[in-house]
């Protein structure tokens, strides 16, 4: 667990940990969850936010969270408390720092100050510490371009629609159509900027088969993983974000009969009787090398 982990280019599922609970912060470390957020921020009552860093030192002494990639979520300047998240934790092993309702590139800004000031008393490599950005408001997402893109420490960036729908006075349907347009703005300037668009959480926790639908819709959208509440979640989440074998199947046999063309010379290559056109490869490339990295991450959580 560093932020040099390998891992890091694989969150299909980022499970959110409330900081002051140890039982779950222990339970965490068995979930099969890509990625851990151990929570200071919303999941922490106002006056647990001591005891709270207090268990999250405890469990990153103490808890293998194998290779899995760990990130804490800080409380926002404006709370006071966030100088005192970060600093509470510079000699422990994780990853970086989630921060959420980010804004605009300002918040960024100052979150890499202070991150950097850390890096400096701890005597690490500056840009030790990656930093995932909440975009959970209309100018959060209409900002999405520029906060992607503007510091090399952001790895990946969450959607959080309950925030932003409470702001927008959008409403949850059965379609989930006032959803639609942000999560695609996140997706795209994601994958502008180079890092992973991670989809909001599913607040009905026990609706598994909504869940699904949900994920998939995400999936279909472009992002790279999704936000998690409970190891139920986790499973439904990571299956639907690990490419199956029929999928790799047809990746594979695109692969193939390409290299076969441009070793015949050939302009034309054809699979299954549809034309294979160079996006269609470089989409088959990515799924390949995305299922690769998720079977070394299995191996590795297995040792």
């Known amino acids: 667990m560093s932020a040099e982990?390998?891992?890091?280019s694989i969150l299909r599922s980022l499970l959110f940990v409330p900081g002051h609970i140890e039982k779950m912060l222990l339970r965490a470390a068995e979930i099969e969850a890509d990625g851990i957020v151990l929570?200071?921020?919303?999941a922490v009552p106002a006056g647990q936010k001591e005891t709270a860093r207090h268990c999250v030192r405890n469990a990153l002494k103490e808890n293998?969270?194998?290779?899995?990639?760990?990130f804490i979520r800080v409380n926002?300047?404006?709370?006071?408390?966030?100088?005192?998240?970060?600093?509470a934790f510079s000699e422990l092993p994780f990853d970086g720092f989630v921060y959420a309702n980010t804004n605009d590139v300002e918040d960024i800004e100052k979150l890499?100050?202070?991150?950097?000031?850390?890096?400096?008393?701890?005597?690490?490599?500056?840009?030790?510490?990656?930093?995932?950005?909440?975009?959970?408001?209309?100018?959060?997402?209409?900002?999405?371009?520029?906060?992607?893109?503007?510091?090399?420490?952001?790895?990946?960036v969450i959607f959080g629609c309950e925030d932003y729908l409470a702001e927008q006075e959008g409403r949850h349907s059965?379609?989930?159509?006032?959803l639609l347009a942000p999560r695609t703005q996140v997706a795209m300037a994601a994958h502008a900027a180079g890092i992973q668009p991670i989809d909001t959480p599913f607040?009905?926790?026990?609706?598994?088969r909504n869940l699904r639908s949900f994920a998939e819709i995400g999936l279909t959208l472009g992002m790279s993983g999704m936000c998690a509440l409970t190891p139920d979640q986790v499973t439904v989440i990571n299956d639907v974000y690990t490419p199956n074998d029929e999928e790799i199947r047809n990746a594979t046999l695109i692969v193939g009969a390409a290299e076969s063309c441009a070793a015949q010379n050939r302009g034309v290559c054809v699979v299954d009787g549809r034309f294979i056109s160079?996006?269609?490869?470089?989409?088959?490339?990515?799924?390949?090398?995305?299922?690769?990295?998720?079977?070394?991450?299995?191996?590795?959580?297995?040792?």
């Not at 982990?5 to 890091?8: E, G, I, K, V």
């Not at 293998?64 to 760990?70: A, H, I, P």
Request: charged share 35%; aromatic share 2%; with cysteine.
């Open 203 to 208: 607040v009905r926790v026990q609706d598994l």
């Open 112 to 156: 890499n100050r202070e991150i950097q000031q850390i890096e400096i008393l701890g005597r690490r490599k500056r840009g030790t510490y990656r930093i995932i950005p909440i975009l959970e408001s209309p100018r959060g997402i209409l900002n999405a371009n520029r906060i992607c893109d503007c510091s090399p420490r952001i790895v990946a």
């Open 278 to 303: 160079p996006p269609t490869i470089r989409a088959a490339r990515k799924l390949l090398a995305r299922a690769a990295r998720i079977r070394r991450q299995k191996e590795a959580d297995d040792d």
């Open 174 to 178: 059965p379609g989930e159509e006032a």
């Open 5 to 8: 982990n390998d891992n890091l």
């Open 39 to 42: 929570d200071l921020e919303d």
């Open 76 to 87: 926002p300047f404006e709370s006071g408390l966030t100088r005192d998240d970060i600093t």
């Open 64 to 70: 293998n969270y194998k290779s899995k990639t760990v």
